[in-house]
């Protein structure tokens, strides 16, 4: 598994891709802004060129040639995502510290916190188990299951940010002092672990079972 996620880091996804999360990082300079979306680009941008690409590059062919488990190419591909991810959020949440070193922590929506990160970290999750769960039921299409997961988490990030524009009891809990923010985080960190086993599980059900 480790060779074909190596691969998919190394071949198959293009280097622009790890340029990509500074670029969008820079969004979280913009104030009182909507500063879930900067993520939801890897959503629109990233994971339909990727996925895109593998037609492209007929890496679905090649990678069904090679002596390796459907296991191994599933858990690859979705390894591959998640580093990018982390990227992502990594690069994100630090020039959102310096936006707040630059203009205060205070927004009118979701402030840039430890809970954000962990809010953050559950909306890549549920992008993932759609996607992956969807995607690897042909393993080749990847329309329908994109579009499935960007609406989900449109969804998701509309509740959390209105909920916390809304009411103040939420902003407490999200926005409150540390010790609330790191309690989202870790509760954040422990779904997303969950869900992202669920996600594997899933989706290496679904690929073995394609003839």
């Given at each position: ?165 809304k009411y103040q009891g939420v902003r407490d809990v ?38």
């Amino acid at each position: 598994m480790n060779n074909l996620l190596y691969k998919e880091l190394k071949l198959s996804i293009n280097k622009f891709f790890y340029l990509l999360p500074l670029i969008l990082a820079a969004l979280m300079f913009i104030p009182n802004w909507i500063y879930t979306l900067v993520f939801m680009y890897f959503f629109w941008i990233t994971i339909p060129q990727i996925y895109g690409g593998y037609i492209g590059q007929k890496d679905n062919s090649f990678i069904n040639m090679l002596p390796v488990s459907k296991k191994e190419i599933v858990k690859s591909k979705i390894h591959a995502v998640l580093i990018l991810e982390a990227l992502h959020l990594v690069t994100a949440f630090l020039l959102g510290l310096v936006h707040n070193a630059i203009y205060g922590s205070y927004n009118f929506f979701f402030d840039i916190n430890l809970a954000f990160v962990g809010i953050i970290l559950m909306m890549f999750a549920l992008f993932n188990l759609v996607f992956f769960t969807n995607y690897f039921k042909t393993g080749y299409f990847f329309g329908r299951p994109t579009v499935y997961g960007v609406v989900v988490t449109l969804v998701y990030a509309f509740i959390v940010e209105f909920s916390v524009a809304k009411y103040q009891g939420v902003r407490d809990v999200f926005e409150g002092d540390f010790s609330n923010q790191l309690l989202v985080f870790v509760v954040g960190l422990i779904i997303t672990v969950l869900l992202s086993w669920v996600t594997i599980k899933q989706s290496i059900m679904h690929y073995e079972s394609i003839e």
